[in-house]
């Protein structure tokens, strides 16, 4: 059984910072990238950064590139997300998920096998 937990949303005002964290745990688990995403209220889930464990190469969408920084940790399957100047249109629930496959890109859901419960965010005007 592979668990994904996530940490660290709240209520902040616009312009300010948040720090998410995740893990991933799981006997001989063992991924190939970790990512984020986020969901609001009536819309679909959409990508927000990953990271590849190969040559930790980092991946950002357009809407969070510059602002947000996903990095790891020295423990295994652990990552963290930096948000700074966060956006009132940057409130949702805010998934941690692992991956499993080799990929040129992480940036779809289909590309992780594992989701954690979800973090809200919300940021205020």
């Known amino acids: 059984q592979v668990q994904v937990v996530e940490s660290g949303g709240g209520l902040v005002q616009a312009g300010g910072s948040l720090r998410l964290s995740c893990a991933a745990s799981g006997r001989t688990f063992s991924s190939t990238a970790m990512g984020w995403f986020r969901q609001a209220p009536g819309r679909e889930r959409e990508f927000v950064a990953a990271?590849?464990?190969?040559?930790?190469?980092?991946y950002y969408s357009d809407s969070t590139i510059g602002r947000f920084a996903i990095s790891r940790d020295n423990a295994p399957n652990t990552v963290y997300l930096q948000m700074n100047s966060l956006k009132p249109e940057d409130t949702a629930v805010y998934y941690c998920a692992a991956s499993l496959y080799y990929s040129s890109t992480y940036t779809s859901t289909g590309n992780y096998n594992y989701w954690g419960q979800g973090t809200q965010v919300t940021v205020s005007s």
């Open positions: 990271i590849r464990w190969s040559g930790y190469r980092t």
